[in-house]
């Protein structure tokens, strides 16, 4: 398992060599939240389509 030090490097090396400091950030919180998001569903943390739907439905009203 490597380190979120390498991580980051690997992430930031993949970027091009004229990437701004705002699109370096974005692209590590999208990262991050990708990273996140996996890991919740490995855990079980999730919705049903249909559950989705319906909070969604909710919030429209």
Avoid: C
Wanted: charged share 35%; no cysteine; aromatic share 4%.
């Amino acid at each position: 398992m490597s380190t979120a030090k390498e991580q980051l490097t690997r992430l930031i090396e993949q970027q091009p060599e004229d990437s701004s400091y705002d699109e370096l950030i974005r692209e590590l919180a999208f990262s991050l939240m990708v990273q996140r998001g996996l890991k919740d569903a490995d855990e079980g943390r999730v919705l049903s389509n249909d559950e989705m739907r319906h909070r969604i439905q909710t919030w429209q009203k």
